[in-house]
């Protein structure tokens, strides 16, 4: 009954005290691990909300800066060069039908030179002409501007005779794929397409909007997305996104991409890609089960209405806002900083039912004071007026020249504008109930409550959506009847955030495939990829500090009254929250934004502004005030830039510069003085002819990161490298 | 009338002390408020449940799985809603750092345990061997897990795991 000899136990024993050991061992490894990853997911996490931040506080920007000239719009006389600046946003000075427009597109007279080496379209396209086409996109090659124009006007004359709601079915078991946004990123298009298979009648798509815009190739994508429309119409389905909008554009990008590649005949793209985008069908639905559309819903979406109205009537959504949308307008409207999402509904002012004449003015007197009263007058009229602004009657010629006024505004139109902008603008929230989107200035957000009525209203069972980027490339929500799907991978920085598609079966079960288009063939670690991305978005931030400066320093010194100085960190986290409005966690990014402090928790501010960047040597510019005015204002400036550059030559005179930051100080409501300006003239290199490149003059005044970071950087990459050299 | 001296230096030592807790602690707040503020999507004082262990860890703290399960059963609501909310969450964590408790790994033990591993001493392992340990072991990594220590840990040219060198290189200095 023994079991067995003394030793063989002894071997057990030692053993299990081995077994014991490398278990005791594995779990403290793994204790170690998991800390180390929930450290990196913290700052990834603080890294996004960052970026995001930094990319809503923009778009507010920008809604009050279309707002503001809406309201210029009104009340400016009408002789005023000013207004002739910018009355072309609002208004379509041609007054043209549709088909009179044709001739003015013509490709025909576009010659080809010998030289051209890119592909040659010919029309009806073909399967080998879309890969010809893929093919020189993939060896950034730029396709001829005749064909450009060619394919454009194809794709116009297809839109045209499209339904807004494109009904498809999953018959003959065929999987249907689904794209989020793609904003210019080529390389995820091309990415997807090598996962996916190429479009075609086996391998049917859905583009849900947002093409254009922010990545470098956005005409790239809207060529291939047309051409691959144009061979394949009826299993190729694009729907609007919100930045399919020539508005939008002028601010984000894609405008000035086409005027770069395309110098002769930008314009005429540009003009042709307006109609187009507003010709795009507004959604999706599958098996009449699966919704797909850009944004997302509002309680009041109704299908049926969408599918009736006029769609190309909505050229652009960022403007004033009509009945029943909301009003935010200069300064008093900063919203609570304690959440981008938490909103203040604004109360409208007491509906007015007089309409007086209001004098006009010129630039000049408003620049000079308000009243609030007039203020509020304003505001009303606008909101009556505002619409016939941009909801135009195409058939109707005379309203273009109506006067605000006097505009009657019909219920139906503003409706119809309202289902657009909430399709193509809304987000979903977590909470039950439907409120306006003062974040993004368009649309609402809506709760899973609004998601259930309106699915069962409409017998609909999942809503696909995108408009937000997410980490994952894709996010349920509200019980699963929500999935938002986003294709453009890197879109803050390489390594933020995956792409993904969705496969759809006749089940209609969403099946998710997730990627990453990485510039070079070595994967980042996630360690690699978090510190790449929050280098990117503390940079952006510094930049968003340093505009500010100004103001964060009247902010520090309302905490130091004897002027020591200096403040405490808690005092510095509270004053920056005040002036920048971004929600953000100051004091866990108290340590990455401030080397230079600390005695006991205490920052000497004019030593952290010293450190905070260095810019490109234009030293002189220091005198004029202006600097802080340009960082801040930046993209306003740039925007202001383009619209008055009305021939879209990337040029304008000194005249129009002075103009620009007289349109922009009134904006502000701060004094900028004739002479500020001219000496922000002189210090730049005028051409010859005395006028000012807008690329140049913007580039200038990029900040360039100081020297400590660059040199943390190499330190940081050195030891990363210590594993993956590349 | 000494001991009369005694209770004052007592009384005001006591003073001192309660001051400075306090400081302490509203300091202690701030931190957690923070790190919770990080995941407060919605800006209402909750966060998902699945988030509580990130936060936890990024305050210092180096729990095991099974303790962070207890943490989390502790603030949880009677009737699980899958959100803690910010005052359930506060007093537990703040014992929780004021006791020191899930203390940190320090680098030589790390590093002995390794070792252990490495039962043959070559100052290398597998990747095979540790995935070995690592997913069949102790609380085992998730694929996903595995996966991504793999990246950063393996030599690619030599397919090994030279643990010293990992070790060092991801105990470095965390500017955070």
Redesign the interface.
């Known amino acids: 009954m023994g079991c067995g000899s003394a030793k063989p136990t002894q071997h057990n024993q030692n053993h299990k005290l081995?077994l014991k050991?490398?278990?005791?061992?594995?779990?403290?490894?793994?204790?170690?691990?998991?800390?180390?990853?929930?450290?990196l997911?913290?700052?990834r996490?603080?890294t996004w909300?960052i970026f995001q931040s930094i990319e809503y506080a923009g778009q507010q920007d920008q809604i009050k800066l279309y707002n503001f000239f809406g309201f210029l719009m009104d009340h400016f006389t009408p002789a005023s060069s000013e207004r002739n600046l910018i009355s072309h946003i609002f208004r379509e000075n041609e007054v043209f039908q549709d088909v009179e427009w044709e001739p003015y597109f013509c490709y025909k007279s576009i010659e080809v030179p010998d030289t051209y080496a890119g592909p040659h379209l010919t029309f009806p396209l073909t399967v080998s002409n879309i890969t010809e086409l893929v093919e020189a996109f993939k060896h950034k090659e730029q396709l001829h501007a005749r064909f450009v124009l060619q394919l454009l006007g194809e794709t116009w004359r297809l839109l045209r005779v499209l339904p807004n709601i494109t009904e498809v079915s999953t018959c003959h078991s065929k999987e249907i794929t689904i794209c989020g946004d793609l904003h210019g990123h080529l390389e995820d298009l091309l990415l997807v397409f090598y996962k996916n298979g190429l479009p075609s009648v086996e391998t049917p798509y859905v583009f849900n909007g947002d093409f254009v815009d922010r990545g470098k190739d956005s005409i790239e994508i809207l060529l291939i997305l047309f051409a691959f429309q144009l061979v394949y119409p009826n299993d190729v389905h694009l729907n609007r996104g919100n930045h399919e909008d020539h508005i939008v554009n002028l601010r984000y990008g894609f405008t000035k991409e086409v005027l770069g590649k395309y110098r002769l005949h930008g314009k005429k793209i540009l003009k042709l890609l307006q109609k187009i985008f507003s010709w795009l069908p507004l959604a999706t639905v599958i098996d009449q089960k699966v919704l797909i559309l850009h944004g997302g819903i509002s309680d009041t979406t109704d299908l049926k209405l969408i599918a009736k109205l006029e769609r190309n009537r909505c050229r652009q959504a960022v403007k004033s806002k009509g009945p029943g949308g909301q009003y935010s307008d200069g300064e008093g409207d900063r919203y609570s900083a304690?959440?981008r999402?938490?909103v203040r509904s604004l109360t409208h002012s007491n509906p007015a039912t007089a309409r007086h004449e209001l004098q006009r003015r010129s630039l000049q007197a408003y620049s000079i004071r308000t009243s609030p009263n007039v203020e509020e007058e304003l505001r009303e009229r606008r909101r009556w007026a505002g619409l016939s602004a941009s909801y135009e009657r195409i058939h109707d010629p005379i309203s273009s020249d109506s006067d605000p006024d006097s505009g009657e505004v019909l219920e139906t139109d503003a409706e119809e504008w309202k289902q657009i902008v909430d399709m193509l603008w809304s987000d979903p929230?977590?909470?039950d109930g439907c409120i306006p989107n003062e974040v993004r200035g368009g649309g609402c957000y809506w709760g899973p409550d609004v998601t259930q009525e309106v699915l069962n209203r409409h017998n609909l069972c999942l809503l696909i959506r995108s408009h937000e980027c997410k980490q994952d490339g894709y996010e349920f929500c509200h019980n699963r009847k929500v999935l938002t799907i986003f294709s453009a991978s890197n879109y803050y920085e390489v390594g933020s955030n995956r792409g993904a598609y969705i496969r759809l079966g006749p089940d209609l079960n969403p099946h998710v495939v997730q990627y990453q288009a990485s510039r070079s063939t070595r994967?980042l670690?996630?360690?690699q990829s978090v510190g790449r991305t929050e280098r990117s978005a503390l940079r952006a931030l510094r930049e968003q500090l340093f505009a500010h400066k100004s103001d964060l320093i009247s902010a520090f010194e309302e905490y130091d009254p004897e002027h020591t100085g200096v403040i405490s960190m808690?005092r510095w986290a509270v004053a920056t929250e005040t002036v920048l409005h971004l929600?953000l966690?100051w004091?866990?990014l108290r340590?990455?934004l401030v080397g230079c402090s600390t005695q006991e928790g205490m920052i000497n501010y004019n030593d952290w502004f010293r450190e905070l960047a260095l810019m490109d040597p234009n030293k002189e510019l220091a005198h004029t005030g202006l600097l802080e005015t340009m960082y801040r204002h930046h993209s306003n400036l740039e925007t202001i830039f383009r619209i008055i550059d009305t021939d879209h030559s990337g040029l304008i005179s000194f005249e129009e510069f002075r103009q620009t930051w007289k349109l922009l100080s009134s904006h502000l409501k701060m004094e900028i003085s004739d002479k500020a300006i001219s000496d922000l003239a002189l210090s730049i290199d005028f051409n010859k002819d005395g006028s000012i490149d807008i690329n140049e003059f913007m580039e200038a005044f990029r900040l360039v990161d100081c020297s400590n970071g660059a040199t943390r950087l190499m330190q940081l990459t050195s030891?990363?490298s210590?594993?993956?050299t590349s | 009338s000494t001991r009369y001296d005694l209770y004052r230096v007592l009384h005001a030592a006591l003073c001192l002390f309660a001051i400075c807790s306090e400081a302490i602690v509203s300091e202690l707040h701030k931190r957690i408020s923070s790190a919770f503020d990080v995941f407060d999507h919605e800006s209402n004082h909750t966060v998902d449940v699945r988030e509580i262990g990130t936060i936890i860890r990024s305050l210092g703290c180096f729990p095991t799985e099974a303790q962070l399960h207890d943490v989390i059963a502790e603030i949880e609501e009677e009737e699980p809603t899958g959100f803690i909310r910010f005052e359930r969450f506060l007093p537990t964590m703040s014992r929780i750092l004021l006791e020191h408790r899930f203390r940190p790994v320090p680098e030589d033990l790390l590093l002995q345990a390794f070792e252990v591993l490495d039962q043959q001493k070559r100052g290398h392992l597998d990747p095979e061997e540790l995935t070995r340990y690592l997913t069949q072991e102790g609380e085992p990594f998730t694929q996903e897990e595995m996966e991504e220590m793999l990246s950063a840990a393996v030599d690619p040219d030599k397919n090994l795991i030279f643990y010293k060198d990992f070790v060092s290189v991801m105990t470095v200095d965390d500017p955070w």
């Open positions: 081995q050991k490398s278990m005791r061992s594995a779990l403290l490894i793994q204790r170690w691990y998991r800390q180390y990853v929930a450290r997911e913290m700052r996490r603080c909300n304690a959440g999402r938490r929230m977590l909470q994967e670690t996630l360690r808690e929600g966690p004091r866990v340590s990455q030891t990363e210590l594993y993956h």
